[in-house]
């Protein structure tokens, strides 16, 4: 075995692990745009409170909060090409990372569709009063008046979101995706160094998610000062 | 292949019979975390010269790193640590005998009492400035402005967000599989080896998950409005 713990080796390794990172990035880029459109729909369903959809919406977000996401994922794998069966659709020969990204971003619309709904609810009633008053259609009202007011209260969430789903990706390797978790693994299996790898693996997502939480503190504070420019 | 009610149920069982330790995984650093975390943000809230600086890295490390690589981390370090401490010190105990469930407390206890002390941290700042000077004016000392003045509206403030805590926790204890501890999760994939009906096992466990979470949910709602009347009755 040697050494317990070889500084020297997670620099050789860090490389390797890097080469994966692309698809712990894609999955992450991909759910988001998945979550940001199904949550976008069920936020709606929750604030329109369309009967039965309404309460479809409830349940699902439920769920996807009240379940760990490794579980998700394997029902989503195991499951769906059942489900998809019954309708004569054979999914069986799909890439796992069609799953994991499906996976990721049903479970990101559950935690967007609430972040949306609570940032339009948070855009004080009156801004959608005064809309109207001065003439404008509720489509009007809400593309010109609520929308980017909710976009600035969202902001700050959706960036805690995303770097939840950066985390959550982590678990992606248990599927057999070779992420850089994954790649840490295979390294480890082959040389026995395991750790050298997870502790390369953890200063990747360390860098991630302090570049992310700086690129999101950037945005905002960009957003908010054009938009009060704007103003 | 068709969905087996009946193997879910029997799946389901064997997970029920081992939520105990699911529980026991969620709650013990849930409360250590309250006790320690509170330490934390209090360190950080008066600016304690080093400590306030080594445990806001701290909480930056142990937040940017996913969970399952930190209970792999403190699995490895653990394990292959104590036996060579325990091969240099030629004891007789070794990293086999010693239950992986300690291991496990530890390393999500270490992820509780980051997230944990953050949010108690944000309760305590939501507290408004001059609550503590209006405190502070009166000749209270620091020990009694926490005690009677600040403590005392932060916690209820924190409630929600605590609660959500214990949601992650009961969420992350899921992960503990990878270190082979056996839990409601574990519980219900061993049943499944044999017959390879894993997705009657999985479905078994997000449904004793979905009931634990949602219960605690509920609770954090009772909690919340018991807390938002005595708020009302008070200067707020």
């Not at chain 2, 360190?43 to 304690?48: A, E, I, N, S, W």
Request: hydrophobic fraction near 55%.
């Amino acid at each position: 075995m040697g050494k317990l713990f070889d500084i020297q080796l997670v620099f050789e390794y860090f490389p390797k692990l890097l080469s994966r990172l692309h698809i712990t990035l894609s999955i992450v880029f991909a759910a988001t745009v998945l979550g940001v459109i199904l949550g976008t729909v069920l936020a709606l369903f929750r604030l329109a409170k369309t009967p039965i959809l309404n309460q479809v919406a409830v349940v699902y977000i439920s769920f996807m909060r009240g379940t760990p996401i490794i579980v998700q994922m394997f029902i989503v794998y195991y499951g769906l090409p059942l489900l998809l069966l019954m309708i004569h659709l054979d999914i069986n020969h799909w890439d796992k990372l069609i799953f994991i990204i499906i996976t990721y971003g049903l479970n990101m619309a559950a935690f967007m569709a609430e972040i949306i709904r609570a940032s339009i609810i948070g855009v004080s009633i009156g801004q959608t009063e005064a809309a109207y008053s001065v003439g404008m259609s509720r489509l009007q009202a809400f593309r010109r008046i609520v929308a980017p007011q909710a976009l600035l209260i969202a902001l700050p969430s959706l960036g805690m979101n995303m770097m939840g789903l950066l985390q959550n990706t982590s678990i992606a390797f248990s599927l057999g995706i070779i992420d850089v978790i994954g790649k840490a693994r295979v390294i480890g299996a082959s040389t026995y160094h395991t750790l050298e790898g997870y502790v390369g693996a953890a200063v990747i997502f360390l860098a991630l998610c302090i570049l992310m939480e700086y690129g999101f503190t950037h945005i905002e504070k960009k957003l908010k000062y054009k938009m009060i420019g704007l103003i | 292949m068709n969905f087996d009610f009946h193997f879910m149920m029997i799946a389901m069982k064997e997970a029920i019979r081992y939520t105990p330790v699911t529980l026991l995984l969620a709650f013990v650093p849930f409360v250590l975390g309250i006790l320690l975390g509170t330490l934390i943000a209090l360190v950080r809230l008066f600016h304690v010269r080093i400590l306030g600086r080594l445990m806001q890295v701290y909480i930056v490390i142990t937040k940017g790193i996913p969970v399952i690589l930190q209970i792999l981390i403190i699995y490895f370090v653990m394990v292959q640590g104590f036996d060579t401490i325990a091969d240099r010190f030629h004891w007789s105990l070794h990293s086999k005998d010693i239950n992986v469930i300690y291991v496990a407390l530890t390393a999500l206890f270490t992820v509780a009492v980051a997230n944990i002390s953050e949010t108690i941290r944000g309760a305590l700042m939501a507290v408004n400035r001059g609550q503590y000077e209006a405190a502070y004016s009166v000749g209270m000392t620091h020990n009694q402005v926490l005690r009677r003045i600040i403590l005392p509206q932060a916690l209820p403030a924190a409630l929600p967000m605590l609660c959500s805590n214990l949601i992650g926790i009961m969420k992350s204890t899921s992960l503990v599989f990878m270190i082979s501890v056996v839990d409601l999760m574990n519980a219900a994939l061993i049943t499944a080896t044999a017959n390879y009906k894993y997705l009657e096992a999985y479905v078994a466990a997000a449904i004793v998950y979905w009931v634990l979470n949602g219960t605690i949910e509920k609770i954090s709602l009772i909690l919340e409005k018991r807390f938002s009347v005595y708020r009302k009755e008070g200067v707020f």
